[in-house]
């Protein structure tokens, strides 16, 4: 076998497909290897500084509440995001997220030119139910979303559930440090994600949004 082909072997196994009405996923869980994904998550707790003050707050059928987690962005000069209520302008990149960046670029073939980073202090913090689907995000280009640390549950629940109109099966896995998670189109037209409240996780975890900004 040449080392391309076993190249792109590799590739195929690393990737598991998950895919189900209106859902379409590619979900790598060693993107990084343990060592990688250790030093990272080492350099994002020592070097990073998270928002404070009035971009800690998102607001919620009119009402403003305090996010349940730590944000803070990254990306190209002048990029900002808009979502629930809140302006959130990206900070120049950090050299280490740049390069991440550029890797998670190179495999899909996009450049993308924006981060959103959440950290979970522990299992009391949370993501609630939400589509990534504001008019400023490309929806053909696939949010990739890198987890670092505390493996946590993460949840896919169809619109039409939420609704109450038919009953679909959600679909959960666990995000592991280290790994990569493609949300391709149409997913996030139909589906909302979460990361519910988990009391077994103790230990931090920092997921990273990679979005391509119009
Ligand atoms: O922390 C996570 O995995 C969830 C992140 C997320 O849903 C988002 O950034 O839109």
Redesign the pocket.
């Known amino acids: 076998m040449s080392l391309y082909d076993k190249m792109m072997k590799d590739k195929q196994t690393r990737w598991k497909k998950i895919t189900a009405e209106n859902i379409d996923l590619d979900y790598c869980e060693q993107f990084l290897t343990s060592i990688e994904a250790s030093s990272l998550l080492e350099y994002m707790e020592k070097n990073i500084t998270y928002l404070n003050g009035r971009l800690t707050y998102v607001k919620v059928f009119g009402v403003y509440h305090p996010i349940p987690r730590q944000q803070v962005a990254f990306g190209d000069d002048g990029v900002t995001y808009k979502y629930s209520g809140i302006i959130i302008p990206a900070q120049p990149w950090p050299k280490p997220l740049l390069e991440l960046k550029n890797k998670i670029s190179f495999e899909q073939k996009i450049d993308y030119n924006f981060v959103?980073v959440?950290r979970?202090k522990n299992g009391d913090d949370y993501?609630g139910e939400?589509k990534?689907d504001e008019p400023e995000l490309d929806k053909m280009v696939p949010?990739a979303?890198l987890?670092l640390g505390q493996s946590?549950k993460?949840v896919f629940k169809h619109r039409d559930v939420k609704k109450k109109l038919r009953k679909i099966d959600n679909i959960n896995f666990h995000?592991h440090h280290g790994s990569l998670l493609f949300m391709n189109w149409p997913t996030n037209e139909y589906w909302y994600?979460?990361?519910p409240k988990e009391k077994a996780a103790t230990k931090v975890?920092i997921?990273l949004?990679f979005r391509k900004i119009k």
């Open positions: 959103l959440n979970y993501m939400h990534d949010i979303s987890s946590r993460f995000l994600h979460s990361l975890r997921n949004t």
